[in-house]
Each structure stands twice: as structure tokens, then as C-alpha cells.
């Protein structure tokens, strides 16, 4: 069970507040709203809803177990599990040792764990890799370190799948390179880790707390983590004690149900009324540091634009540089600023079988920070981990802005998309602007200017119609591509979309046959090819067709498609472009419907429908940050 499994859903509306006048109709579900003063979007935003940890699944009752009373107690087919209680000093202590071991050689008695969250952590010794939990322990030691000042958490290492088990050693092969004696592994894991550890000695503990918590001798090849409070109750176990302390860090410290909860409201509550008094800050800090190491109070950039840069050391500093250029632009005005969030964990989980794994110390972040001109989050601050959960930051960290406007009257999670295709221009980088840039640029395309003169335009009865004969009609083109991945017959909601389009496009096109209304279709077959979809449903259709290769040079992706690619916006969605009698464009849109009677079928403006269009492409919330496997930031 992975923390992927949690759902990042509706914890919010706020992200994004977009205030404009007249019409907006929202293409994605071809509503119109109509408003006569200003009207207000506000786009949902995922944020961490942890109902699965919070529940526990389900376990109401308490049971306490004493492991040295019943020898052949049996604890269920999976052992030990969350909700049970359990006595560690019968468990993890014999009337033969009654000290468990540090790598410094020193003794811990059972009375030095009284009073302390206690943490097992099952470790294979690992025949294919012993260096595949660095993750974990890099994990857990960093959490450990955090609360050793107050003395309250320890964690007891169990080594699990001895290599020279006979039992163990008969399941995986074991590669000539790797080491394959087991205290010697132990030994070189252990002698970095601060922690407590049952003697590698005392086979006989290890594997009896082993089978107490079902930890499989012949399926533990991944580290596991039982967290046990001061009563001895179980509080979170296996993959869900990694998911706690990567998304919570020490500040999830109990690690209990009711911590959890607390700051799952806590996460709510900055959702849904944000501000960056509350985001970046809290009641024992009120500032950000500046590169020489001033206190900066967060209140006195709060009526800017600010930018949330999450930064990881190891991707290039490209966007840093970027980033710079903009800053000093508006260093003047004094009306931008920037506030650097520096990642420390490693890049990706994949380095968790590697040697070069670890967490960026406090000298690396100061080492990038003096080299830029903002403010930044103090390093491994107790904000860290809420800014991370709230904007859903997972496995590679790559570098994202996140833009607030003046008292967080909106937040636009795309940033450096903003900038990179509107720089300062893009100023206050709000969507509506986005949308006003988009259309002075689109507004001036004219149907002549996508032809030669010359062109000749097919029917598919091998008819040809000049360019010239076009001349003073109203037009509209219908790109079609790669929706031959697509089939009639799936039920697909991108393919029900597209069938809806064109079943209602016919029945428009002959209503408006000899009318003053009346247009022609213009389908536009990229690399020349015709879709399944639109042959299917349109092939038989008296309309005209022309290839589409020099067309699309002129319709350049990211002039038209707000930053996706044309692959992208043609393999599920057949856009349109509409141009009125007169040569003037008067509707674009990669999602048409229809929403008027009359050519070209849309109620609102160019500019209202480019927003609604920003909204849909970039997405509303979170989820949206990947498409067809890419990052779009």
C-alpha cells in the first residue's frame, strides 16, 4: 500500500480566483454563466485527505498481549497489527539480556524506553542489494534527529533474512559481488545509524519478534516500521508509518490517529482561507530569512505578487536564472517578491538503492541561497512538510513556482509556465491576463493569411473548390489527427466528446444550408490522415478537405495550445477555428460545443472562451500537473 493511494481531492476552492465582466461560458461542460457585474471562478484544489490513515482500518478494539505469558500465542495471520497493545519489555527482552545495543557499544535498559514513542524497524539484510534500504534509514534518521533534543522517540533496529540462513539462502541467489556475510552487512548498516538495535547475536529475539509481527522471513525484502506508543499500543504500521514520516516529518510526532487528524485540519484550514501568514509561518516565527541571514516579516510583502519557488539543488539552475532576470525587473516597482522553499530529500526514491542517497544539509542550502537575491523559508523549517503536503509535491521535486497575488486573492500553481510564455508582461500572472495576451495575439489572424492563394480544396466525390470561391463565407476548420487511437465503439468520454461535436456540426451544417447563416466545413487532415472517429461519423459529409502539414506550421503549438503540444491536443480532442465573412477570426477552441444558434455556436467572447480554455488545459487543481506521463510547469 503506497501513500499514492491516498486521495488528493477537494480540500479547497480558493486556489484560484479569476475576476472578470460579461459573459464566461466553461467549455468543458458547456454551461454559460451570465452575469451583469463581475463574476467569480473559483477552481478546486487537491489537497492531503488522509481518511485511510485516519481510519486505521477500522480497528476499534483494544487487546493487550503479553508475549512472555503464552509462548504459542498466535497473532493472527499477519501478527501484530495497528489497534493492539503489546508489551515491549516482554518482547524485545529475555531473562538473558535485558539491554538492547547502540553502535557506540553502549547498553539500553528497558526502564531508558519508558516514557518514549518507540519505533521497530525490520530490516533485511538484503541478498540482492543490502544497500536498498538507504531510503528508509535516511528517512528515519531524519526524523530521529529532529526530536533527540527532546528525548522522546527511539527507534530499535530488528535485522531480518540472515544471509547464511539456510532457510533464507535456499529463495533469492545471491550475486558473487555482494556481501554475503550477514554480520558484517549488519555491522556496516548499523555503525551509521543512532539508534538501538537487538544484538545480532541473539538470533533466537530477532526472529521471535520477527514471527510476532508476521514479518515473513521469506517475503521481507523491504524495511518495515511498527510505531508503538507509551501504553504499548500500536499505533501505524508497514507502509504506512513510511508515508507518515515522509508527508509529516517529526512534526507528525506521536504519529497517533489524533495527531494525524489534527494536522489533516490543520492542512484543511490553510486550503481553504490561505494567506501566507499561515502558509509560510507560524505562531513562534513571523518572518523569512533574506541570503545575509536578516529577519524578514512575512506582513510586509503581503500586499505583493509572490512567487513560492520550490527549488531542488540537484536539477539545473536554469529557472533560477530565469527567474533572477524577472526579479530585477521588478525590483524597482517593488511589487514582486520571491521566497525560495529549498527541497532536501533526495530527487527521486530510485536513489534509495544508491550510494550517493542523501538529505542536502543546512551548508548546501545556504551555499545556493547566497547566490540569489530573494527571501527563502528558513532550512528544514516546520512549514517545510505543510507547503509540500498543500501543493502535492512528490517523488522528483522538480523546480515549480507558485505565484500568489496581494493577500492571496489568487494562487496560479503554473508559474514558470507564466513566465516562460509571458514573461514580466504576464504581470500580475493571473489567468485572466494570461487569457488577455492570448487573444491580442490570436485575434489578428485572418483567414487569408493561412492560404496561398492558390490553394484547391477536395470534396470527398473528388470535387475541387478553389480558395477564391471561399471568399465572404463564413469558414470553419476542424483539425483531426491521431484520433485514429481512438475507437467508435469504446465509450471513452474523450470519444462520446468528440462524437457529440461532430453529430451536432452535421445537423447544424444542413439547417444552415441556403440560409444567411450559412457556413462551410474546412476538415484539416494533419499528416494526412483521417481520424476513425470523424470518418465513421463524417466521412460521407459534402464537406472539404486539405491537408494540414504546411497549415500547422503556421498554427504553431505554443502560439495556439497555451504550452501543450500539438501530439497532445489532437490525440483526444479535435480543435476548431472559426472565421466570419469578413476573413476575422471569431472562435478557437480545442474543446467545442455549442452554445448558441447561431455561426460560429458561442455565446461568450474570444476572450471569455481562451479563459475557460486556460482553465481546462492547465487544469483546475493538482491533478492536472501531468499529461500523457510530462510535467507541465
Given at each position: 500500500m503506497f501513500f499514492g493511494m491516498l486521495s488528493m481531492r477537494s480540500l479547497g476552492k480558493y486556489i484560484l480566483r479569476v475576476k472578470f465582466s460579461s459573459r464566461l461560458t466553461t467549455c468543458a461542460t458547456t454551461r454559460t454563466l451570465s452575469t451583469c457585474v463581475k463574476s467569480t471562478i473559483f477552481c478546486s484544489f487537491n489537497s492531503l485527505h488522509l481518511s485511510g490513515i485516519m481510519t486505521g482500518g477500522g480497528y476499534t478494539e483494544c487487546k493487550r498481549y503479553h508475549a512472555a505469558s503464552d509462548h504459542k500465542l498466535?497473532?493472527?495471520?499477519?501478527?501484530?497489527?495497528?489497534?493492539?497493545?503489546?508489551?515491549?519489555?516482554?518482547?524485545?527482552?529475555?531473562?538473558n539480556r535485558n539491554y538492547l545495543v547502540k553502535n557506540n557499544h553502549q547498553h539500553v535498559k528497558a526502564e531508558q524506553l519508558e516514557g518514549k514513542v518507540v519505533g521497530i524497524y525490520f530490516l533485511p539484510l538484503s541478498a540482492k542489494n543490502p544497500k536498498h534500504s538507504l531510503w528508509h534509514t535516511a528517512l528515519l534518521k531524519d526524523v530521529y534527529d529532529d526530536l533527540r533534543p527532546v528525548n522522546n522517540f527511539e527507534i530499535i533496529l530488528v535485522a531480518c533474512n540472515d544471509l547464511d540462513d539456510d532457510n533464507f539462502g535456499a529463495q533469492i541467489p545471491v550475486h558473487p559481488s555482494l556481501e554475503t556475510d550477514s554480520h558484517k552487512v549488519f555491522h556496516d548498516l548499523f555503525s551509521c545509524m543512532p539508534w538501538t538495535a537487538i544484538p545480532f547475536s541473539d538470533v533466537t529475539s530477532r526472529k521471535h519478534v520477527q514471527r510476532s509481527f508476521g514479518v515473513s522471513e521469506e517475503h521481507v525484502f523491504q524495511p518495515n516500521l511498527y510505531i508503538v506508543d507509551?501504553?504499548?499500543?500500536?499505533?501505524?504500521?508497514?507502509?504506512?508509518?513510511?508515508?507518515?514520516?515522509?508527508?509529516?516529518?517529526?512534526?507528525?510526532?506521536?504519529?497517533?490517529?489524533?495527531?494525524?487528524?489534527?494536522?489533516?485540519?490543520?492542512?484543511y484550514l490553510a486550503t481553504q482561507q490561505p494567506c501566507l501568514k499561515t502558509l509560510l509561518g507560524f505562531p513562534q516565527r513571523d518572518y523569512v530569512i533574506s541570503n545575509n541571514g536578516d529577519k524578514i516579516p512575512i506582513h510586509t510583502f503581503e500586499d505583493k505578487v509572490v512567487a513560492l519557488y520550490f527549488y531542488h539543488p540537484d536539477f539545473p539552475d536554469s529557472r533560477t536564472e530565469k527567474l533572477k532576470l524577472v526579479y530585477e525587473e521588478?525590483?524597482?516597482?517593488?511589487?514582486?517578491?520571491?521566497?525560495?522553499?529549498?527541497?532536501?530529500?533526495?530527487?527521486?526514491?530510485?536513489?534509495?538503492?544508491?550510494?550517493?542517497?542523501?538529505?542536502?544539509?543546512?551548508?548546501?542550502?545556504w551555499e545556493k541561497f547566497k547566490n540569489m537575491p530573494w527571501l527563502a523559508l528558513p532550512f528544514k523549517d516546520m512549514c517545510y512538510k505543510k507547503l509540500m503536503r498543500v501543493f502535492e509535491f512528490q517523488c522528483d521535486y522538480s523546480p515549480r513556482l507558485v505565484i500568489f497575488g496581494p493577500h492571496a486573492d489568487y494562487i496560479e500553481p503554473f508559474?514558470?509556465?507564466?513566465?516562460?510564455?509571458?514573461?514580466?508582461g504576464g504581470y500580475p500572472f493571473t489567468r485572466k491576463k494570461a487569457a488577455e495576451l492570448e487573444t491580442e495575439k490570436i485575434k489578428e489572424l485572418r483567414w487569408e493569411m493561412l492560404w496561398d492563394p492558390n490553394?484547391?480544396?477536395?470534396?470527398?466525390?473528388?470535387?475541387?473548390?478553389?480558395?477564391?470561391?471561399?471568399?465572404?463565407k463564413k469558414v470553419m476548420l476542424v483539425l483531426e489527427s491521431f484520433n485514429n487511437l481512438l475507437n467508435v465503439?469504446?465509450?471513452?468520454?474523450?470519444?462520446?466528446?468528440?462524437?457529440?461535436?461532430?453529430?451536432?456540426?452535421?445537423?447544424?451544417?444542413?439547417?444552415?444550408?441556403?440560409?444567411?447563416?450559412?457556413?462551410?466545413?474546412?476538415?484539416?487532415?494533419?499528416?494526412?490522415?483521417?481520424?476513425?472517429?470523424?470518418?465513421?461519423?463524417v466521412g460521407d459529409m459534402p464537406w472539404l478537405v486539405s491537408p494540414g502539414s504546411k497549415l500547422m506550421h503556421e498554427l504553431d503549438s505554443s502560439y495556439f495550445w497555451y504550452g501543450r503540444s500539438t501530439y497532445d491536443v489532437l490525440l483526444f480532442h479535435i480543435p476548431i477555428f472559426a472565421f466570419s465573412a469578413d476573413g476575422k477570426l471569431v472562435r478557437k477552441t480545442m474543446y467545442p460545443t455549442?452554445?448558441?444558434?447561431?455561426?460560429?455556436?458561442?455565446?461568450?467572447?474570444?476572450?471569455?472562451?481562451?479563459?475557460c480554455q486556460l482553465i481546462t488545459c492547465w487544469g483546475l487543481d493538482y491533478s492536472n500537473f501531468r499529461y500523457n506521463g510530462r510535467i507541465y510547469t
Open positions: 498466535k497473532w493472527g495471520k499477519w501478527g501484530i497489527t495497528k489497534g493492539d497493545t503489546i508489551s515491549l519489555t516482554d518482547l524485545l527482552f529475555t531473562h507509551q501504553t504499548g499500543m500500536v499505533l501505524q504500521c508497514c507502509s504506512w508509518s513510511w508515508d507518515i514520516l515522509e508527508y509529516y516529518g517529526s512534526l507528525g510526532y506521536p504519529f497517533s490517529d489524533k495527531r494525524l487528524k489534527f494536522l489533516r485540519t490543520e492542512d521588478f525590483k524597482i516597482k517593488n511589487v514582486f517578491e520571491v521566497v525560495l522553499v529549498y527541497i532536501y530529500e533526495p530527487r527521486y526514491r530510485k536513489q534509495w538503492r544508491s550510494e550517493k542517497l542523501f538529505w542536502k544539509s543546512e551548508e548546501s542550502f508559474g514558470f509556465r507564466m513566465l516562460h510564455k509571458y514573461g514580466i490553394t484547391v480544396f477536395r470534396r470527398n466525390d473528388g470535387s475541387q473548390v478553389p480558395f477564391s470561391l471561399l471568399s465572404g465503439d469504446d465509450g471513452s468520454k474523450e470519444v462520446m466528446s468528440i462524437i457529440e461535436f461532430l453529430t451536432k456540426l452535421k445537423e447544424r451544417y444542413f439547417r444552415k444550408k441556403g440560409t444567411d447563416d450559412e457556413f462551410e466545413v474546412i476538415r484539416i487532415l494533419v499528416n494526412n490522415t483521417e481520424s476513425s472517429v470523424s470518418k465513421h461519423l455549442f452554445e448558441a444558434s447561431e455561426f460560429p455556436f458561442y455565446a461568450g467572447s474570444l476572450e471569455d472562451e481562451t479563459l
